[in-house]
C-alpha cells in the first residue's frame, strides 16, 4: 500500500497529523499532493506539551514537516479494496494477450507466414548467385 495512495482515498475523511516539532492536528483532510503537503479543515491544533488546543477553520501542513498521520480503519480497509478492483488478471501488453505455444498471430492460418518477398515464387527468381539469365 503505497502512502500517496492511502492519502487518495482519505480524501474528506477525519485524521490526525503529528509534526516533527510536537504539535498535533485533528481535521478532515481535503487535498494532498505528491510532497505529501496536506490541507485540512475543521482543525484542532494542540500543542506538544497538549495543554493548548486552537480551533482553525482550515491548515496547509508541508509534507516534510510530518512525523506521522493516523487514518481510521476504514480508510486502510477502502485502499485494500480499491488496490484489488486494479489487479484485476489481464493478459495484455508486449504479450498481445496469447497463449503459451499459440504463434498464429492472430493470422488463422496456422502460423504460416506465406511468402515473405525473398526465395522463389511465381515469376521470381531465386537468390541465387548472381543475376544470371
Known amino acids: 500500500m503505497l502512502p500517496l495512495g492511502l492519502l487518495n482515498v482519505a480524501q474528506g475523511h477525519p485524521m490526525l497529523v503529528e509534526l516533527k516539532n510536537g504539535e498535533t492536528l485533528n ?14 479543515k475543521e482543525v484542532v491544533q494542540t500543542s506538544p506539551d497538549g495543554d493548548k488546543f486552537f480551533r482553525l477553520s482550515e491548515v496547509y501542513v508541508r509534507g ?18 480499491s488496490q484489488q478492483q486494479n489487479q484485476q488478471p489481464s493478459r495484455g501488453g508486449r504479450g498481445g494477450g496469447q497463449q503459451r ?7 488463422g492460418d496456422g502460423g504460416y507466414r506465406g ?9 521470381r527468381r531465386g537468390r541465387g548467385r548472381g543475376r544470371g539469365a
Open 27 to 40: 481535521g478532515h483532510l481535503v487535498n494532498s499532493d505528491t510532497w505529501m503537503n496536506l490541507t485540512l
Open 115 to 123: 511468402d515473405r518477398g525473398r526465395g522463389s515464387g511465381p515469376g
Open 64 to 81: 516534510n514537516n510530518i512525523k506521522f498521520l493516523r487514518v481510521p480503519d476504514e480508510i486502510i480497509d477502502l485502499v485494500k479494496e
Open 101 to 107: 505455444g499459440d504463434h498464429s498471430h492472430g493470422r
